[in-house]
């Protein structure tokens, strides 16, 4: 059974930082591409970055380049999103998802491609 775990802290001030963890169990995550998404209330999810199974290429949506660092653990299994100068736009529901059997080279921010999904983690930025 695959399933994936986000963790992190839930509520930073502005200009903070703040990681968050996304631990792989029933697959290995350097085999699969994993993606970061977030949702705001009453919008649609949206890609904040991913991360390709075979050589680490990663992807970052415009809004989180030169803040947001995703990175992956073989050892542990676990692929981290660094968000640094957390803005208040960024509050949102994040959730971890995996591409178990990659059809393209490199991860896509097409949430379609993604079939399987951690709980998510409610994530607020205070002004």
């Known amino acids: 059974q695959v399933q994936l775990g986000e963790s992190g802290r839930v509520l930073v001030h502005s200009v903070d930082s703040l990681r968050l963890s996304c631990t792989a169990s029933?697959?290995?995550?350097?085999?699969?591409?994993i993606a970061w998404f977030r949702r705001v209330t009453a919008k649609q999810r949206e890609s904040v970055s991913c991360?390709?199974?075979?050589?680490?290429?990663?992807y970052y949506h415009d809004s989180v380049k030169e803040r947001f660092t995703i990175s992956r653990d073989n050892a542990r299994n676990t692929v981290y999103l660094q968000m640094n100068s957390m803005e208040p736009d960024d509050t949102a529901a994040y959730y971890c998802?995996?591409?178990?059997?990659?059809?393209?080279?490199?991860?896509?921010?097409?949430?379609?491609?993604?079939?399987?999904w951690g709980q998510g983690t409610q994530v607020t930025v205070s002004s």
């Open positions: 991360i390709s199974s075979h050589d680490g290429t990663t």
């Open positions: 029933g697959l290995r995550a350097n085999e699969s591409h």
């Open positions: 998802a995996a591409d178990l059997r990659p059809m393209y080279r490199d991860c896509s921010a097409a949430e379609h491609l993604y079939t399987n």
